[in-house]
């Protein structure tokens, strides 16, 4: 009887598998490919400046501008598209008073909004001085009469001194990079995932507690192989965007770094049921850069190479015709911001 009940347990889940991987596929419900909300994320906020290494600016301001910009993009462009921010003002998410708070307002608001893109817009930074320094080198050598010595003992000696000449070191680090999570064992989406859709099916649910409690069960074996089937199609769609992004960047003439890979500081990205990039738009800290990202020319074109890469990745997930494979994937420990 026991062998008989694993038999037909073991059946049930092979059936379990194959209607799930066959409506997975056949994109019916919450995974459904249209787009139908971009949620934009405008990096930092309140008091949380973000990298201040500029001339001009902090990358708080020049996050939300192009936020709000691309969005009324987005909007303009696909009218059917609906557009849902983290923040529109300079404050942090809920007027949050502690980091932790205010990264997870920002995946609430994605998740609750059932949003099918999540897109947050950061600006980069190296750590030496913004725009440039002086920095001091050799250039030759000199003779020069110094005491040594103390007392009676005290006597001019000749030694041989540097001469050091100043020059200026101009700030070169320029360009443009998309972060996607890292996807392993410790960085599991499954906990958002469901969070997610929980908000999908949910829509007469008005105690939320009940729902984050419900959401966050991942012990049913069904639960836990549902989210990993939506975890990889998120993280592939995530790289998806984000090396057309930087497709689309290098394609203007910026310098691209292209899709890379970060467990440190884009928790947020774990955090959202969805798939969801970190686009560094520039460096701070290069002062052509910050004027570039602080004008309006430079911001229209910021935008019109993320809506080039949005349009793009959504003919490609709409359509289902095969996207071309992620290139240029590089892991990465740096710690800009
Ligand atoms: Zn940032």
Excluded: C
Excluded at 69 to 76: C, D, M, S, T
Excluded at 264 to 291: H, R
Excluded at 295 to 320: F, H, M, P
């Amino acid at each position: 009887m026991k062998t008989m009940f694993r038999v037909l347990s073991g059946l049930f889940i092979y059936v379990f598998v194959l209607f799930t991987f066959s409506s997975f596929n056949s994109q019916s419900g919450p995974s459904s490919a249209k787009l139908r909300t971009i949620v934009i994320d405008p990096g930092h906020g309140g008091i949380y400046t973000g990298t201040a290494n500029g001339l001009i600016s902090v990358e708080k301001d020049i996050t939300l501008e192009v936020s709000l910009k691309l969005g009324e993009a987005i909007k303009a462009k696909f009218p059917n598209l609906k557009v849902v921010y983290t923040r529109t003002t300079d404050a942090t998410v809920n007027n949050a008073t502690n980091l932790k708070d205010d990264l997870h307002g920002r995946a609430q608001i994605a998740n609750q909004a059932k949003g099918d893109l999540f897109i947050s817009i950061h600006v980069n930074s190296t750590p030496q001085h913004a725009g440039g320094y002086y920095e001091k080198r050799v250039i030759g050598h000199k003779k020069k009469l110094v005491y040594v010595g103390k007392g009676s003992k005290k006597h001019k000696k000749w030694v041989n001194a540097p001469i050091y000449e100043s020059y200026w070191v101009k700030n070169t680090r320029i360009g443009t990079e998309t972060y996607i999570w890292k996807a392993d064992r410790n960085s599991f989406k499954g906990d958002a995932i469901n969070q997610r859709d929980e908000a999908e099916s949910g829509e007469d649910v008005t105690d939320s507690a009940a729902v984050a409690e419900e959401a966050f069960d991942l012990s049913s074996p069904e639960a836990r192989m549902r989210a990993q089937l939506y975890e990889k199609k998120y993280f592939d769609n995530s790289a998806l965007f984000a090396t057309l992004v930087e497709e689309s960047f290098a394609a203007s003439g910026r310098q691209s770094y292209g899709v890379k890979q970060r467990d440190k500081g884009i928790q947020v990205l774990q955090a959202t049921g969805m798939p969801s990039v970190l686009i560094e738009i520039g460096f701070l800290s290069n002062k052509e850069e910050e004027e570039y990202m602080n004008s309006d020319k430079g911001q229209a074109e910021i935008v019109e190479n993320i809506l080039d890469a949005l349009s793009r990745y959504k003919d490609e997930v709409e359509t289902g015709i095969p996207a071309p494979s992620p290139v240029n994937l590089q892991s990465d420990s740096s710690t800009s911001k």
